[in-house]
Structure formats: C-alpha cells, structure tokens
C-alpha cells in the first residue's frame, strides 16, 4: 500500500470520527451517525473528485471508503459516551485529517493538472471541505468563522507539498513536510490560539438598518 493511499485512508477514518462526535453531541442514532460520518469523511475527496472532473468519485470507484465511514460511525456510536470532553477530541482529530488530506488533496491535485497552483487549491479544500459540512449540519460554529488558524493550515501543508514536489524530493519526503507543517499550524492554532490579523474598521450596517437606509432614499 502507498503512502498516499495510506493518508487517504486516514484522513477519511479521523474525518469521520470528527463526523461521528458531532452526532454524539446532538444525540442521534445510529443512522445519524453513519450518516455524520459519511457526510464528514467522504466530502472534502467528492468536491476535490468533481473539481478535476473525476467521475465516477473516488469511493465508488472503491466502496472501502464508504466500510471506513460505517466502521468509524459504529465505533464512535458505542464509545463516545467514555469520552469526557468530546469537543475537544473532535478539533484535534480534525487537525490530524487535516493535515492528511491537504497532502492527500494537492497530490492528487497535482497528478491532475500539472499545476502547483492547482494542487495549493485542490489541497485546501480536500481538508476543509468534510468540516465545514459536518459544521453546517450540527449547526456548530463553522470553522470558517473561528478566529483561529484553519484553512490557513490547509493551504501551508498542501503548499509545502507541492513545493517539495516541484524540487523533485522524495514522496514519503513531501508528504511529511506537508503533514507536518499543517499539523503544527492547526495544532499551534488550538492550543496557542494562533491567528491571522483580523479586520478591524467598523463592520458593516445590520441587515434591516440596511434596508431601511435603502427605502428612505427611495421615499426622498
């Protein structure tokens, strides 16, 4: 088994464990579950799949993925009750997919197309695509709208990736560049609250001063 096929199938196992924890802070069964996990897992590959107009998408083409989803989901489901702090266990595994599949993401991006700016976006959203999903479906926090580093992380590690690529270095090198640089990212955000600057001046007008504004110029 390669290495990438081996990031591959993590980053699809952690992101559907994150999948499943955020069921199990909304309290759903069993087919909630499943279906957090799968939701989680398999969107980030799907969207990137479509992007570079793969078809069919990688887990029909192996249905292995769709068993890591069930299997994950299950697990969660009969242990997430020992786990105290569940939250906090989502945001780090999340990191460790993450940083999986910006690597997973760009390469795939790159045997693609060629491009390294491709295989930066690719990447980035291979990473960032299943969380996001998982957080508009648990009406969580959208990672987002977090302060701290995230897409950011997703976008360094793909780069170092690539970068490594470009310089003809080794594949197991690349890879572990690319792991280990969005990893520390995320994990640094996490812990140490790492951001990038904010937007300081004065945000805009709420949405219905905005349209009373509108109707009384019309009105003048």
């Not at 909630?32 to 990688?58: N, S």
């Amino acid at each position: 088994m390669s290495l990438l096929m081996i990031l591959d199938y993590a980053g699809v196992a952690l992101f559907a464990a994150t999948g499943a924890l955020a069921a199990s802070r909304k309290q759903l069964d069993l087919i909630g579950f499943l279906f957090f996990a799968a939701v989680t897992g398999l969107g980030g590959g799907t969207l990137r799949d479509i992007i570079l107009g793969r078809a069919p998408v990688f887990w029909v083409l192996d249905p292995t993925y769709i068993l890591i989803c069930v299997i994950a989901g299950t697990f969660v489901f009969l242990t997430a009750h020992r786990v105290e702090w569940r939250y906090r266990l989502l945001i780090w595994l999340d990191a460790f997919g993450l940083a999986a599949y910006s690597v997973l993401g760009a390469a795939k991006g790159l045997a693609a197309s060629g491009s390294p700016t491709i295989a930066i976006v690719t990447g980035a959203l291979t990473a960032a695509f299943g969380g996001i999903l998982r957080d508009l479906l648990a009406n969580e926090p959208s990672v987002l709208l977090r302060p701290e580093i995230y897409i950011t992380a997703a976008i360094a590690g793909s780069g170092a990736f690539t970068a490594a690529q470009m310089l003809g270095m080794p594949q197991y090198v690349s890879s572990g560049c690319g792991v280990v640089i969005a990893f520390a990212l995320r994990g640094g955000a996490i812990h140490y609250g790492w951001m990038l600057p904010r937007y300081k001046p004065r945000p805009g007008r709420p949405h219905e001063e905005a349209i009373k504004g509108k109707k009384g110029r019309k009105k003048r």
